[in-house]
Structures are given as C-alpha cells and as structure tokens.
C-alpha cells in the first residue's frame, strides 16, 4: 500500500529489467499462453529438422521428399532448422543467452555460405560437404537435384537474424523479422493448398513446416511486447486487430482460391492477390486511425471524469467475474534467508478498458462503497490461496492482505474477517492485515477496536508505509500493530544517501525497542539488504528477491531458490543470496510494486 486510501496494488517505480516491458500491467492470459508455447514449438522445429537427418541416414526418401515428383529438403537446410530450433529454445526474452546468438549465427554462416557460391555461379560445395553426397548426386542423376532454395535460404537467414536481435532486445525488430520469415514458407504452403507448387518458388513440405515452426517459437518468445502483444490482448483494440487480420489473410486466400479454380496464369494469381493485400492494408490502417481517434476522445472525456461513472458501474463483481486477480510477492527473513510470508497484490483487467490502474479504481470503490465487498473477495481469495500451499515450501507463511480505512470502519468487518478464516481453515496467526500509517485511527474509533479485537483473536497486525503519515510516536506505541513497514521511499536511496540512512535506523530502533517485527518494502539492491541487515532490519521485501507473481509462478520460485541458499561466513551478517532478480518468464505477470 503506497498512500492512504490505496489498498497494496502497485508501486510508482519500475525495475531496469523491466524497461523493455511494461510491468506496470500484467500479460494477458493469451500472451502468457503464447510465451509459454516457445520451448514447444522450437523443440518440434528442431525435431522436424532432425528426422531429416535421420532419414537420409537410412535412406527414407519420405523423409525429405515427401511427394514423389515434389521439391526435396537438403541435408544442410535440416541442419540449420536443428540448430535454429535449439536456439529458439534457449532464447530468453529478459536475460541475455549468448548461446542462441552463436546457435543463430551458426545457421546463418550456413545460408551465407551457400549465398556465396550461388552469387559467384560456382559449384554448390553443399553438395559434397555432406556424408549424404552420394544420395544427393543420385537424385540429380535421375533429375532430381536438391539444393537449399534461396526462399528456404531466406527463411533460415531472418530467423537466424530474428534470435540476435533478441538477444540484442530489440523485440520490436526481432518480431518482425520472426514475422517476415514466416512469409516464404507460408506462399509455399498456399501454392501446395492451391495445387500450384511452383507459386512464388515452392519448399520441400518438411522445409517449410521446420521453418514455420521455427519463426512461429521466435514470435512466441517475444509475445510479450508490441506489436504481438497488442494482437492477442483480449480487450476490443485486440479483437479488431485480430479482426483486421482476418479480413486480410482471408481476402487474399479467397481471391486466389478462385484464381486458380479458373485456371488464371501463375502471374495473374500473384497479381491480383497483391491488391487485395494491399487494399486489405488500407482499410486497415483507416480502421486504426478511426479507432486511435476514438481512443483520443475517451481518454480526453477520461480526464474529466465522464468515465469514472461507468468505471464504477462495472467495478461492481468484477472480482466475480474474473476480471480482478491476485499476485503475491514473497518476503524474506534477512538472517536465515527463508520465505517468511507473501504480500496479496491485486489488478483489474477491465475487458474494455484493459488494464485499469489502482490509483483509478481504488479511490472509485472507496467513493462508492465498494471497497468492501471488493475487499472482502480479495481477503477470501489470499486466505483460500494461502491453505492451498499445504505441502509446499509455502505451507506455513504468512499471507498479508491490505486493508482500506473504509473497511476499518465497517460494522462487519471484524465479524468478516473471522468469518473468512473459519470458511477457508486459515489459523488466524497466519493472517497480517496492513493499514497505512495516514489511515490510522483513534482510540475511540470503531476501527481501532476492530483492530484491537482481531490482534486479540490471533490476527496480525502491519503499520504499511511508515514515515510518510503524520503519527506521533506516543500514539505509535498504543498501536495493536506486531509489524512495521518501512516505506520504500527511504530504502530506495540507501545506502548512500545519508538522511535516508538516519531515518531507516531510527525506524529499525525504535520498531525493535517495542517489540515489533521491522519489514522493509522496495529493496531492489545487494547493498540496501547489506546495510539493513547491518542495522537488524528483520524482513525484505522486493525486486532483489523476486517480483510479485501468480501462484504457480511463486511455487516453483519457492521450490527452486530454497534449493540455492548461500550464507555468509559471520553468521550475524547472513544474507540470502542466490535469488534471481527476474522470475520464471511465463510469469511475465509483473508488478511494479516492490
């Protein structure tokens, strides 16, 4: 929770990991989907490469020339869709994999090897650097030569170009060009469905499927920025992408259907296709223009507030609905370096609006009412979530949940509390309720009762985002809080900056000195732990760690990093180390709250 008024969503800093990405909204489900296709699809590309091989091994023609009078795949072009597909594999859209790079420059030397004897007009040197020599100058004995193709050359060599530029992370380009290779192989699968095999210069079946499946694995790498992206957001610009898309590629595949229903020569096919393709990127591009200048207006009525009605209409159920989820950020004993709880974030993905800021929607369901019942859901559904890691690493952390002011000051709300641990079988002392220090009240306030009733009743208390309210500190030490945030605010300039240095060991002090647990938020450096160690800071929280993740995501962070704990030699200065400062890439669900 980053000011009064806000439960914990997401914070105003962003990761310099995370600056390729906006990591201020979560991935759509059908983009977490595509990413997670990746090692797939580049494992049947390299498979299919790879059966190649083996079939001239033993001699199986089916495996290379797959129709009788059709073009064959060369023993090279299999090779170099073998190792393209491994380093689709070992691609990583956020950390940079050196050995895709040299994987895709290896195929590429291949394609510019066989570009240059085919420039020069000399002898095809492929044909003899291959143990398969004998078969190959066998079919060009019976007229049948097989060679690489420059399609299948071009193909090989914009996917080997796609891969380095993701590894330079340029993804916008590396798309494109994932894109663009896909281009040949796919004239050539229209020319085999059209019966005209010789459209545009026709590949070798297993050829164009290896280099499909290929550039298909480079796309899914990096699904998670635009423009692909945008193409499988499931809001509206999303569906009218997809829409346009369709018009497109269904326009050009019937008008060449027909084409070649009536027998019209080779060129005239290709011809006419080309204008519909570009009259199809016509009304595209009116369609966008129309839909951005619709975009301006909304976002112009936006700001002044003609939308925030509507918003508030549909923040009604949403949780209900699906459209509201759940990440959770873990946080870290900084002497034993163990899981000791996890942080329930929660985000709106309106399916019109897409992704709604808390700063938006939170305020809204405060105005309205709302909040309650919103915060309700999301207090079931971290205490049901926190029982379902019984037999995890995660089996006994605590789980905490932010809390409005609004719902301090409900009549319910304790009664609402206890109701959820009694459905969801949560023991209470698992539970860590956080209220800002700005919403705070008074003794005499319902809330402050409320509070004190749950602490009683074994429900843990956290003061979120101290220092930045306005408490004394004799009201401080009247506060049933067991936990005290410090605001990452002040551990974003340590250790360097000195006044934030000052502040954070006061804070530790006199945190310890009445007993309470001292958490830390937005810790993103060795060097902040280092020096809050030094000063007996007792919990970490942020994107040192891990970034706020899915359930699934969390479990296998928590099974894999229990697994590299390293400590230091003095064991009053023992500091975790091993985590990785970016998560699992399907999670690509990140949050820009530490």
Known sequence: MSRPGKLRL??????????????RIPLPR????????????????SMIGAIVLVGYAFGWTWTWRPLEQGPATHPWTAVSFVILGFAALVAH????????????????TIVAGWAGTAAVGGPDIFQTLTPFAPTLAREAFHGHPIAMGGNTALTIALSAAAI????????IASQAMAFAATLPPTVALTGYI????????AMALPTLTAGLLCAFAIM???AYSPPLRHFLNPGARGRIIRLQASGLLGSCFGLGLVASRFQFELGSKALAIEVVALAAIIVCILADVTYYSEQLRRRLSQSAGNEEPALSRALEGAGERGEISLVYQPQINLVTGQVFGVEALARWCHPVHGEVPPVTFIPLAEASG????????????????????????????????????VQLNDARFVESVMQVLQVSGLPPERLVLEVTEGAMVKREDRGFQALCELRDAGVHIALDDFGTGYSSLSYLQELPCSYLKIDQSFVRDLPDERRSKAITSAIVAMGRSLGMTIVAEGIEASEQADFLQSI??????GYLYAHPMETGDLLAWSETNSLHMEYDANPAFNRPHGFSNIPNLVQFSVDNKS
């Open 30 to 45: 059908p983009v977490r989907a595509f990413v997670s296709l990746a090692p797939k699809v580049a494992v049947a590309g």
């Open 220 to 222: 899914c790498r990096t």
């Open 194 to 201: 059209y019966g005209t095999p010789g459209f545009y210069g």
């Open 10 to 23: 997401e914070p105003h800093d962003q990761s310099i990991d995370d600056v390729n990405v906006d990591s």
């Open 536 to 541: 007996c800071c007792d919990i970490g929280q």
């Open 164 to 171: 380095i530029l993701l590894y330079a992370r340029r993804e």
């Open 93 to 108: 859209p956020r950390r940079r994999s050196f050995a895709s790079a040299l994987l895709a420059s290896i195929a590429g």
């Open 370 to 405: 709302q909040i309650v019942a919103l915060g309700d859901w999301i207090l079931g559904v971290a205490c049901r979530q926190a029982v379902k890691w019984h037999g995890s690493m995660l089996a006994d952390v605590k789980i905490s949940v932010n809390v409005s002011p």
